[in-house]
């Protein structure tokens, strides 16, 4: 029974990098992402199907039924965050392997060959923690960042993507598929499938989003034999500056803004030297464009006051901006229909996050589906949706993209083709 | 001319892990640190001293006239903080060397023995910014510390001290000089002596000390998919804290109490998740013990009520608790002496930072002298002394040092035995 096969590959999935508290910690080309994507490799070779590896690492199972067509794309990331939940990700994978499985079967009974071919892809460095920017293979995939850039991006101990790529055999050099359409499905990682009771979210588009780079620069002394009216503690007024990053979210509606910091790093940082440098990154997200430009407003000029009233520099840099991205009409149209034939409810969803699909939009009509996710949490151990509502997501994604191979959203141009210069 | 050599030696050692903006960075058992300690080495050998390490790092350099006698110790240490300072430490012991050479000159010329013999040492690992707790091989020494356990601290890669020190070669197993008593000469690190216009302090007391370890336990989770409401942002908590423990100064004295936080790891440190663990290390120092204690009740009772109301849990645990520690009476008479016999002005005063001779003198006479520091700024590159002050010290650094193994302060009991027990 295809359920169980599922629910099978996913709970295994699940044991790969697997954590005390339940979740997973598979960061980008780290031993256990080595092992996850190995997992992949194995599926697919047992599968029959061609294993194409690019140079950023994304990986495509290729399903090819009518040489020279293009490629419906379908997939998500196997990599996690640190001590990240085992859904995130994942689950859009696990489930395109079975979704293309059970085409695979339908293709060969039929036998017909579809319009289009059919790839699942992992995509690389969904995440980003150990290597910024995320949503890096898509947006690579995509046109959206520059791929010799990407490769020379370097993690914290200073390895670059490309070391830790050729350092697992991942630094691919396949060719890529041509795409024609892209679909994805995820945890919905907010609450409103939950709240409504509603199994399938139709994601319509994605938040505005933007980072904040800040550098706050004191003075070293001595923590001991400095006077406190001496210091120029590069730490005290980075605190200033994390409590002003929470607070500006109150300035308007509430959940109209998210915005926080994840990123902080002291130096010298030792327990008996006064702080020289503080770096941080700060994340600025809301669905309406307007309140992230006036948040930034408020915080760049609080900022400077700080710096004044501190004797101290801060430099803050806008980064990661991403606008707005709406999915196509057509897209939405084709999902609530196939969610109407399987009589399941649906509706329309903003998603506050990055995703793989929202990069892909950019280059061919994509469609995201959520599942909904147990309190809404993600990005931590506890993130849970059940395997009902995993099973459900894998029927509908399987009928979405059956559609797309036989021909949905190929002429579609309901997109900003004129952003794609842009990051994702 | 011997005031020429000990410049030239002083300005040569600054050169050894020199960083752009004329500090050292010298951290205990790193690369840089090995080089200086082989300067050491070379410095001794041609001397045509014996050199002795012992289990713990520290170097001896040993000049014995009279067999079978116990040792004065003199010197101090040439390790330092990450982008420190070129005086602290490596002063005192390029001093001691020439102040010994100056007393061998003087004890061959005279053609009799004095009462003691004379080591130089070089401390292991004064600073504490790699390895934890600071002051480490004078306290092992002391009896302080225990040496296994010391040997067994790691640094944030994990690398123990036993490693560290068995990767420069200087895990030594040679006998330790039995002590007699202890002298060091140091930058003062405060701006006392520069604003009085007076050339030496003589140390006559260290201030109370206690570090407090502080982990902050959130809920990781999503920075872009997370309502602001459903958050338990562990750094968010940790920036009010650190807030807190610099603003504890302002209910006391102006410099009755300094107060930070100097050290601060965030978990799991990525820019698109909210931290799950802030760990942090605020250092409270006063002259006062009950300025500490009251410091530290405030803290603990504002902790309790901020892991209330962020509904997080905080743990709050007492470390590396200094008590103060007077140096001997007869010592400062001594100091104080010969200060007058050179002619050159001198007052008492307290030491805020912790040295290797307040770890000594729990286990012998000890005398303790400073130097002016300009602008009163350590533990940073722009740290300074003059030449002409530095040279004064030495004078005077010798002239101490000869009367100590001429017999001085031999016979002195006005220690605290009782506190060497406890931690340094």
Redesign the interface.
Known sequence: MSTAAFLQDFHHVATIGATANNGVDRQAATPADARTRAWFARWVQDAGYALHVDGIGNMFALLEWTPGAPYVLVGSHLDS???GGRFDGAYGVVAALHAARRIDVAVAESGSAPAFNLAVVNWFNE???RF?P?VMGSSVFAGLFDEDAMLAVTDSAGTTVREALAGIGHLGSDARPTPVSYAEIHIE???ILEREGIPIGLVDSS?Y?Q?LDIEVLG?????????????H?A??A???I??MV?DV?KDFA??AL???????????????????RVHM?A?L?SGDPEIVKAARATLLRDIAELARAHDIRINVLDFDIRPIRRFPEAGLELTGKVARELGLASRRIQ????HDAVAMNTLVPSVMLFIPSVD??????REFSTDADMATGVDMLTRVVHKLVDGALAGDTDRCFAAAGGRG
Chains 1, 2 share one sequence.
């Open positions: 965050q640190p001590l995440e980003g923690g910024a995320s990682q907010g609450r938040w989003t980072k003075e070293q002394s001595h923590t001991g034999a400095t006077a406190m009216a001496d210091r503690d730490l005290v980075a605190a200033k994390v409590l929470n979210t509430e959940e998210v915005s926080s910091i994840g990123q902080l790093a002291l130096e010298p940082n030792s327990p008996i030297v006064v702080a020289r990154v994340d997200r998603t506050m996050a990055g809404g949490v993600s990005h931590c151990e």
